[in-house]
């Protein structure tokens, strides 16, 4: 009877932990299966326009949602167009590192050069060139240096000898980085307007109503102080102006784009003033090269002594991308 009741004993006791057994086997299946439903996102959503689309999500920030399908794979949605969400399990609780939003730095480097000539009666020559070095972080801030020189003669003598330069900064603000404020500096030197040197540093506000690859319009505002220092016996002047200011760029069809770009500079009493506008057609050639024709118009509505009002002039040169 012992003997019986000890292997009934040992019986029993196997039998129990069989069941403890299958117990703990169910158990570590039931938290695995916890574990991977957990880690899945299955949701219905329902579109405004009445759409709905199954499937996991797989990442989603403020703004868009990412969503695994089996028809159609991985598809974006904008958080704009979601009317509800249904059957989403709640995120895991470990802490999800996003990715860093990298803004868009966009250069541009730009440098020409023209040559123009006739013969005949009368023999000219006209040379020009000039450089440009924009920086653009879009929409938050903009760094742009330009220069550009022209000489001109006629029958061996010159006639005109202009250079202009540039720097110039704005920094976006505003919740669409539209606005934006600039610091500008410019120096300019015209010898036969008898312009020795004329400086001009100001400041003032502007607004980007289009910035896109194939169409760009600004206006801005703003207030400078100016200094003109002449080369005859002409004492140097000082005074405050205006710096209104409008831009535009078009693509036109592809590889060519129009521009027009006009300063204007009255002042304070807007008793008088001077414009500059460039109106182009830029025509590429490749990646690198094009080739561009410009209008020049420089106006003065008080110019010197035996100087006319108006400066025109129409350029070509070919442009190199870098």
Not at 62 to 84: E, N, P, Q, Y
Not at 89 to 105: G, H, L, S
Request: hydrophobic share 40%.
């Amino acid at each position: 009877m012992v003997h019986l009741s000890h292997n009934f004993l040992i019986e029993v006791s196997s039998k129990k932990m069989f069941s403890k057994s299958k117990n703990v086997t169910l158990l570590f299946f039931l938290i695995f299966s916890l574990l991977f439903l957990s880690s899945s996102y299955a949701a219905e959503v329902y579109l405004k326009n009445g759409d709905k689309i199954t499937g996991d999500i797989v990442k989603q920030d403020d703004k868009k949602m990412s969503i695994k399908t089996d028809a159609m794979g991985v598809i974006t949605l904008k958080k704009d167009f979601i009317a509800r969400i249904e059957g989403v399990v709640e995120e895991p609780k470990e802490e999800v590192k996003e990715v860093a939003k990298t803004r868009e730095i966009i250069w541009k480097r730009e440098a020409s050069a023209g040559f123009n000539a006739t013969r005949g009666n009368t023999k000219t020559n006209q040379f020009l060139a000039s450089f440009l070095i924009n920086r653009k972080d879009v929409h938050v801030n903009e760094i742009t240096l330009k220069g550009n020189a022209y000489y001109s003669e006629v029958d061996d003598e010159a006639d005109a000898q202009k250079w202009y330069s540039m720097g110039r900064y704005a920094f976006g603000f505003g919740p669409r980085k539209h606005w934006y404020n600039f610091y500008r500096l410019e120096y300019d030197h015209d010898r036969f307007a008898e312009i020795n040197y004329r400086l001009i540093p100001g400041t003032g506000v502007g607004y980007w109503f289009f910035d896109e690859p194939n169409l760009k319009i600004l206006a801005e505002v703003g207030m400078g102080w100016k200094h003109t220092d002449y080369r005859e016996e002409k004492d140097p002047t000082n005074e405050f102006v205006w710096l209104p200011r409008a831009f535009f760029e078009s693509e036109l069809i592809k590889n060519i784009k129009l521009s027009g770009d006009l300063y204007l500079y009255p002042t304070v009493n807007f008793d008088e003033y001077r414009l500059h506008s460039e109106s182009a057609l830029i025509m590429a050639i490749n990646k690198i090269l094009s080739l561009k024709f410009a209008l020049i118009n420089d106006y003065n509505s008080d110019p010197p002594d035996d100087t006319e009002k108006h400066d025109v002039r129409l350029e070509s040169s070919l442009v190199a991308s870098f």
